[in-house]
């Protein structure tokens, strides 16, 4: 997953300011009552099932414990059927509406907040100032480097062929490519650097519209950026109109890109609306995030495979056989396999990485003991909240022997697990190789047309 990184106010600037910015208040107004209405709904969720509970007490004590279960699922005419949980289904219905509300309310705020930190940043302070602080590289040379799968990469350098000045771009970071003259050195950054804005919010000099990038590599003397092929061919473009550009005319901004925005929006969004309109399994997983009434009940509930005794006979023998792990560790993941939803929670250094990165190899391997488990069990999606607990993540599992796919931007993705990337893995397959050829014959036939 690709992860937005916070921008820090510079020397002798305050950042309080934006933060009561009219967007951002309005923002907040519309968590807080989105807040409220969603606890107003989990409040009459609770109460209408404690209701029903009690007026059919009665009727429960008589009855076995397998009538008394909210409901189940069950293979039907070669379908998965869901029966019962119609307490659940109504609560989702009431309990869905103001959670995407809130969420939908924190992401914006957020999104406002950074927008307005960094427009301030630049309203306030001057390119030398920018500079100082290492937000903006100026004068750099730039040049075609080579190619990382389907993105282009190029490399920019300082002018005076010695080593880059001070600045805060990391491997991974969001940047912003625009053109730059040496004669507004002292102006205002912005729309041809007048007016106090980020280059992000118009276009840059010469009418060229800012070009998104990402950080590939960082050496003292130059960067390696990775960009999209349609922005690389603008590049392109503009150098061979203008070759002088090429030598001092560019400049580095940090990025304030809101595609992680977008995403957890349309992620909210489809909150309400399930992929599979007749999936038991996606109904009940929302049932158990979302909280309603029998939602621990879900929570509990074994996944279809564990319902077989030699699934669970084998996974007892795995875990046996894993000797980094205490004997609290190794109930934890007896229990994680067993139910539909487990949280763990635990302070830094007490192996909750660790003990992960085993349930995963369990669940694989026990799988893999059988082509029928591994058709029914499917791959593992393993994610975190940042590229670089991913990378460790990936790490860990392939240092178990697993067959490890990484998802996102290869750019984002540690160097020396980039190999494990889905782009290089399928360049690696015989029609990768060819896409690869390919690629290579056009590059060569536009080098011979220039």
């Not at 989990?42 to 209408?48: E, I, T």
């Not at 999104?111 to 940043?121: H, N, P, T, V």
């Not at 000099?205 to 998104?212: H, R, S, Y």
Request: a positive charge; charged letters at 20%.
């Amino acid at each position: 997953p690709a992860t937005r990184r916070r921008v820090r106010s510079t020397s002798g600037t305050s950042s309080s300011s934006s933060s009561s910015s009219p967007t951002s208040t309005a923002a907040i107004q519309q968590l807080l009552a989105g807040q409220r209405d969603l606890a107003a709904a989990q409040r009459r969720a609770a109460a209408a099932g404690s209701s029903r509970r009690r007026s059919s007490s009665a009727a429960a004590a008589a009855a076995s414990s397998s009538a008394s279960r909210p409901g189940e699922v069950a293979f039907v005419n070669g379908t998965w059927v869901l029966t019962g949980f119609e307490e659940d289904k109504k609560a989702l219905k009431e309990l869905v509406p103001p959670l995407q509300t809130r969420l939908k309310s924190a992401v914006e705020a957020e999104q406002q907040y950074e927008e307005a930190l960094i427009k301030s940043l630049y309203a306030k302070n001057n390119l030398k100032r920018l500079q100082k602080d290492g937000l903006v590289l100026l004068g750099l040379q730039a040049f075609p480097h080579d190619v990382l799968y389907s993105s282009m990469v190029w490399k920019f350098a300082a002018n005076a062929r010695g080593n880059l000045p001070y600045h805060r771009f990391r491997q991974g970071d969001s940047l912003l490519i625009t053109q730059y003259n040496a004669g507004q050195a002292d102006s205002r950054p912005g729309n041809g650097n007048k007016g106090g804005s980020h280059p992000g919010s118009g276009t840059g000099n010469n009418g060229i519209k800012p070009l998104d990038a990402t950080v590939l590599e960082v050496r003292k003397e130059y960067l390696l950026l990775t960009v999209d092929k349609s922005d690389s061919d603008q590049l392109q473009r503009v150098i061979a109109q203008s070759p002088a550009a090429a030598l001092a005319g560019w400049r580095l901004d940090q990025s304030v890109r809101d595609t992680t925005a977008k995403r957890q929006l349309e992620a909210i969004k489809r909150l309400a609306h399930l992929r599979q309109p007749n999936s038991p399994f996606e109904l009940l997983l929302r049932s158990a995030l979302v909280g309603t009434p029998n939602g621990h009940y879900v929570a509990t509930m074994p996944p279809m495979w564990v319902r077989d005794s030699s699934w669970r006979s084998d996974v007892r023998d795995l875990l046996a056989g894993i000797d980094n792990l205490n004997s609290s560790q190794k109930g934890a993941i007896a229990q994680a396999v067993t139910r539909s939803l487990t949280l763990w929670q635990g302070p830094p250094g007490t192996g909750k990485t660790r003990t992960l990165l085993a349930l995963v190899e369990v669940l694989v391997k026990t799988a893999l003991q059988q082509d029928k488990r591994w058709r029914d069990m499917g791959p593992l999606l393993a994610c975190a909240d940042t590229n670089a607990a991913v990378d460790n993540l990936v790490e860990g599992l392939v240092g178990k022997g697993l067959k490890v796919v990484r998802l996102g931007q290869p750019a984002k993705v540690r160097a020396a697990l980039r190999h494990l990337t889905l782009e290089a893995q399928a360049e690696a397959t015989p029609a990768g190789q060819r896409a690869a050829a390919l690629r290579e014959a056009s590059k060569a036939l536009f080098e011979r047309a220039k």
